[in-house]
Each structure stands twice: as C-alpha cells, then as structure tokens.
Nanobody, 116 residues
Framework: QVQLVESGGGLVQAGGSLRLSCTAS????????MGWYRQAPGKQRELVAV???????NYADSVKGRFTISRDNAKNTVYLQMNMLKPEDTAVYYC??????????WGQGTQVTVSS
C-alpha cells in the first residue's frame, strides 16, 4: 500500500538543530495530510505538526516557534526543521500520512535525543 521512509534523527545538544525527512511511496493520492508525531518513554504518542497538501499547518503548543513543517508534493516528502531543541524533545519521532478514506500509514520511527 504505502511505505514511509524517515531519516535525519540523531543526537544533538540542547539548543541545536535537526532536520527530519520522510518520503512516502506507493499508492499516494494528491489529497492528504502528512505529519510528525512523537512518543517519549512512558508517555502517549502525541502530535508534533501536520501539514495538508494545500499547505495548511498545525503545531503542538510545545513546539510552536521552534519547529517548522514543510512538504514537497512532487517528491511526496515531508520535512520537520527542529531548532532550539530541548531535552524534553527527546522521543521517537514517527512520520504519518493520512489518506482520509484510503487509510492512515506510519513510518518506523526515528530516535531524536537531545542532551543537556
């Protein structure tokens, strides 16, 4: 059906930056929402940011002003630019695509670790 391949995770010091990328392949339709979610140990998976194919965005309050989500529709790729990272941003970050009635799909997750 659909596969999502993520890259860009790693270890960074507080105040640093990382850029996550996720490329979708398979049965992708033009109307969709792509986004990033994260899950820290002992916590529920939470929305970080989402972006529609038309460019409408939504962010979690905790990342507003620091993270920027963008996408390249021609490449079926979504990006998450993370600036001014904090230790509390440490989590496994999952890429997601919502194809509405055609379903939702998840990437395998990529670890982001922010040290103090």
């Amino acid at each position: 059906q659909v596969q999502l391949v993520e890259s860009g995770g790693g270890l960074v010091q507080a105040g640093g930056s990382l850029r996550l990328s996720c490329t979708a392949s398979g049965s992708i339709f033009s109307d969709n929402v792509m986004g990033w979610y994260r899950q820290a140990p002992g916590k529920q998976r939470e929305l970080v940011a989402v972006i529609s194919s038309g460019g409408t965005t939504n962010y979690a309050d905790s990342v507003k002003g620091r993270f920027t989500i963008s996408r390249d529709n021609a490449k079926n790729t979504v990006y998450l630019q993370m600036n001014m990272l904090k230790p509390e941003d440490t989590a496994v970050y999952y890429c997601n695509i919502n194809l509405f009635f055609r379903g939702k799909y998840w990437g395998q997750g990529t670890q982001v670790t922010v040290s103090s």
